[in-house]
């Protein structure tokens, strides 16, 4: 009798314990630090794992976090963090965050007042100062667009809105190599006579 009551309490601890790490797995973008939730003082960061799921597909069905090639956004963010003599010799694209941004009152009348607002997103795992980062942002027209954005220091991003809410966060991972510098062709056009030994 004690061995039926021990397993019974076994397996109704593990099918617990799946249950809990299921859930726990769509409660969180992809990619994301499930400890340490992207954060703004700006507004909320709201997530809703079928919110994030669609966002997350529509971000790859444009081709932003497609590794077979950089689109014209993501290959201008790569170009802006290059370091001078250096050339991308190899490149990985993660999807860090997705979520919907709900700006708090402040934010929107200054993004109302001045055209445009710059929002500070922290605590994004997958994200170094200086790294190549793409903010994207749904439109209510339902186009994305991609923000002017900046990894400003380890985990923290800003990026300059006009309007607010869906929300995903690129990074680009990229190694370099020495850029080449072509050789110039001689441009002396000087006739000069041929020397002894040049003749035979």
Known sequence: MKRKILSLALIAALV????VSAFAATDVPSGTDTDVLP???????????EEIKK????????????NSGLTTDVRAAVNAVTPSG???????????AAFNFAADEATKAAATANGSVDV????????????AVVVLHQKSNGEWEVLPAKATADGTVVATFKEFSPVAIVV??????????PSTPSTDTTVRSPQTSDIG
């Open 120 to 131: 500070t997103f922290t605590n994004i795992a997958g994200v170094k100062a200086g790294a």
């Open 86 to 96: 250096k050339k991308v010799d190899d490149y990985k694209l993660d999807l860090v």
């Open 39 to 49: 954060d703004s003082e700006q507004g909320t960061l709201v997530y809703d794992p």
């Open 172 to 181: 680009a991972t990229v190694t370099y190599s020495d850029a080449t510098t």
């Open 55 to 66: 966002i997350e597909d529509e971000v790859c069905a444009e081709g932003f976090i497609s």
């Open 16 to 19: 617990f314990a799946l249950s």
